[in-house]
């Protein structure tokens, strides 16, 4: 026993007295070509070269493993620091006090405080996000207001020669408004057979270029007496448009705005004398078309000519005085309104409801007949093809619209003496002049214009407004307190992040003792 204990000692002694050289190469080191450095140093650089070899998370963990994980005690000393010093009032009355009761009471404090400034952020944030809106009516007042444009239509469409020469095609407009109606067209109607008759021999015949050169026409013959502001004008002033009333013609047309006419006083405007002149102009009583006159609309430049539920009738032989005000809506972009801001159409210069549908029945017939009808049938509405109105529909509501709300009078034209001045005039007989001439005045009431606007409820400087009044109001925090939390949170989960990443595995992954060291302890108890 003593000589083993020698022999122990010995051979402790010789491994005392190698070389350090020959000492590095023992097993515990990874590499006995490395640099003479503990095992725990040489482990901690292969993870660091593990790491650097995996990307950017290798070099997060690189990164955390050069930095020391803080003691406990430095982690409550960094508690404690930050409870005494942050902005967020309660705070440090919770830390400082000595006495557990008033302790109690500051935290029941603090969590009160903290509770009711959730729930009232929580709710404000609930409104913001139900989009609020709001409505304000404006009057403004101003020196020069625009002119809205006015398109004429005469209730006669064709020239009496041309549909005496082409009779069917009054039969044509007929059947097509049967169709676009729907409406039942017999087989055996007078006049179908001559129909088809007509259309096999003329294919490429256009209802569009017919009425355009055998319609109704403005010229000085039709328009007598042309009067803006005092100032004359002519047919040159107008602008032909193509309409389901044929021919008709626009004045004050928006092609150029630095052309848009202005007035400057109330009370005058556009005045005009027509003449309708039926024997030369003639239309089917069987379409509906059994009046004489002038229909004619008032719209923005900006918009195309709506007839539909906005036609506005001047009878022959009345004067027609019609007192117009400006009304401006603006509607909000979603998902405040209903409007999209960026939508374009293809072939007018700017947005408005009822062109955007033009467009989109034009669409859809070309796409399934590959062709384009000179009247847009209504039953795509009836289905549901080309829907208007809210923001996913095919043409949404126009951010801003302009309208002229209208006060119509009518007076017997033209008096007595008047009768007898244009009858010698025009060199017409009275009857002709009663039959025919139509007078339409148009002007403003007041120069103002009412502006109904759509306005957000909540902006979003309001709603920041609003949390930071209530974040001051219950618990005193202000940015500079939200900044301070964020930096405290993030310093513990960065030492959070260094504990998991890189401590947890090093305690996982030790190895267990050596055999060697295990056997030399046994030796030492025995002896």
């Known amino acids: 026993m003593v000589g083993r204990i020698k022999e122990d000692r010995q051979s402790k002694e010789e491994r005392m007295g190698r070389p350090q050289n020959e000492y590095c190469h023992n097993e515990n080191l990874i590499h006995p070509e490395d640099s003479c450095l503990p095992k725990s140093q040489m482990e901690q650089m292969e993870k660091s070269k593990g790491y650097a070899e995996k990307g950017l998370l290798g070099k997060i963990k690189l990164y955390l493993s050069k930095k020391p994980l803080p003691s406990a005690t430095d982690r409550k000393k960094f508690d404690h620091d930050f409870a005494i010093s942050t902005s967020f009032h309660g705070v440090h009355n919770i830390v400082r006090n000595r006495s557990r009761i008033r302790k109690v009471i500051w935290l029941v404090v603090v969590l009160g405080s903290v509770s009711l400034v959730v729930w009232q952020i929580y709710s404000r944030l609930i409104n913001y996000f139900t989009w609020p809106t709001t409505t304000s009516i404006e009057v403004q007042y101003v020196e020069k207001i625009e002119f809205p444009s006015v398109t004429f239509c005469n209730l006669n469409r064709f020239q009496t020669a041309a549909v005496a020469k082409f009779g069917i095609i009054v039969f044509l407009w ?29 294919q490429n015949f256009s209802v569009t270029d017919f009425i355009k050169n055998n319609g109704f026409y403005l010229n000085n013959s039709t328009l007598l007496a042309c009067e803006f502001f005092g100032i004359p ?74 007839f539909v539920g906005l036609g506005l009738y001047s009878p022959v032989g009345m004067h027609t005085r019609v007192t117009i005000r400006q009304l401006k809506t603006v509607h909000q972009e979603y998902p405040w309104g209903e409007c999209k801001p960026n939508i374009k159409l293809q072939n007018f210069r700017h947005y408005s409801t009822y062109g955007c549908l033009k467009e989109c029945k034009a669409q859809l017939i ?162």
């Open 233 to 306: 004008c002519g047919p040159k002033d107008f602008k032909h448009v193509f309409t389901e009333y044929g021919n008709c013609f626009t004045f004050n047309h928006g092609e150029n705005i630095q052309g848009w006419k202005k007035v400057s006083v109330s009370g005058r405007g556009l005045s005009l004398l027509f003449d309708v002149n039926q024997e030369e102009f003639t239309d089917s009583p069987g379409l509906g078309f059994a009046d004489a006159g002038i229909i004619f609309v008032i719209h923005s430049p900006k918009k195309e000519p709506q």
């Open 174 to 202: 007929h059947t097509v408004s049967k169709v676009l109606h729907h409406q039942e067209i017999g087989a055996n109607s007078t006049g179908f057979k001559e129909a088809i008759d007509f259309i096999e021999s003329h």
């Open 366 to 527: 070309e796409k399934q007949c590959g062709c384009l009808p000179f009247l847009l049938p209504d039953h795509i509405e009836f289905k549901g093809l080309c829907t208007m109105g809210t923001h996913n529909s095919s043409c949404p509501v126009s951010c801003e619209e302009t309208e002229y709300p209208a006060t119509i009078s009518y007076s017997s034209f033209p008096s007595q003496k008047a009768l007898k001045y244009l009858s010698k005039k025009l060199n017409q007989s009275r009857d002709y002049i009663r039959e025919n001439l139509v007078n339409i005045e148009i002007n403003y009431s007041d120069l103002n214009y009412k502006i109904t606007q759509q306005q957000k409820a909540v902006s979003v400087s309001e709603l920041l407004a609003d949390v930071g009044g209530q974040l001051g109001l219950f618990c005193g925090a202000s940015m500079i307190t939200i900044i301070e939390i964020i930096e405290y949170l993030f310093t513990n989960f960065y030492w959070i992040c260094i504990f998991f990443l890189l401590k947890i595995p090093e305690m996982t992954q030790r190895p267990p003792p050596s055999q060697n060291h295990l056997g030399n302890k046994n030796q030492i108890e025995e002896c």
